[in-house]
């Protein structure tokens, strides 16, 4: 992306986490209450430290594990038959070709689900939802299960809704490794102060911003990829551009 896009994705990501303000205070003392399995927000301190010592009574934490793990059982069993797929429009829903074109996409999907991380995260998603009220999940490419899933802490996703009140901006800072880095876009499209280090440091790690937002200014009908519906964006934070 341009320097200027990339200069505005940190300046609108910036506005969302100031927004959201006392919000990560909250959240941190629910992990240190109740979620101390969870990083904290504000607090981050040394990996591996002792998290346990506000946790007087743990009976919030079990109960939470114990309602997440009842909802997984009741919405998402592997064992179970849990979800079908049909089409929205119920005149054609019965028509025999469609039903077994259905019945085919359900297979792929059920074997997507097995052979994926998916029931791992979706348990995770749970919890959170339990512990915070929102669960994000992201969903991208793997050479080997055509997809894997991953649940992100709803402290690092900084959403937005539109006028009907549903989240389509997303902003969510993480960190990578220039090793990750090279692996995920490959070195043409590395940060320059990256593609100096990446033979010596390839395990240091940068911070990342990725943002999910619907296009504006897009052309319709246009199909290169800036004229996308939808806009997802990487930005190395000390670059102009990623």
């Not at 038959?81 to 429009?89: A, K």
């Not at 791992?120 to 050479?143: K, L, T």
């Not at 200014?217 to 551009?241: F, I, P």
Request: aromatic content about 12%; hydrophobic content about 35%; charged content about 25%.
């Amino acid at each position: 992306i341009m320097a200027a896009d990339a200069k505005d994705i940190k300046d609108k990501y910036n506005q969302l986490k100031t927004e959201r303000g006392t919000l990560d205070a909250h959240y941190d003392e629910i992990i240190d209450f109740i979620m101390p399995f969870r990083q904290s927000i504000l607090s981050q301190g040394p990996v591996g430290r002792k998290k346990m010592d506000k946790v007087l009574d743990s009976t919030p934490t079990h109960s939470l594990i114990l309602s997440a793990a009842g909802i997984y059982g009741m919405l998402t069993n592997p064992a179970m038959d849990w979800f079908n797929i049909t089409t929205e429009n119920d005149e054609i829903a019965d028509v025999d070709e469609v039903k077994y074109w259905c019945h085919d996409l359900k297979k792929r999907y059920i074997n997507l689900f097995n052979k994926s991380n998916f029931y791992s995260q979706i348990h995770e998603v749970f919890i959170d939802i339990m512990g915070f009220g929102m669960g994000p999940m992201y969903v991208m490419e793997h050479p080997r299960t055509l997809c894997y899933f991953q649940s992100v802490s709803p402290g690092e996703t900084y959403i937005s809704a539109n006028r009907y009140g549903e989240v389509d901006t997303v902003y969510r800072p993480f960190k990578l490794t220039a090793r990750q880095m090279l692996q995920w876009w490959g070195m043409d499209n590395m940060p320059d102060k990256v593609k100096g280090t990446i033979e010596k440091k390839p395990f240091e790690m940068y911070d990342i911003i990725h943002a999910l937002y619907p296009r504006n200014d897009r052309k319709e009908g246009a199909l290169d990829k800036k004229n996308k519906l939808w806009a997802s964006c990487y930005v190395e934070t000390s670059e102009t551009k990623l």
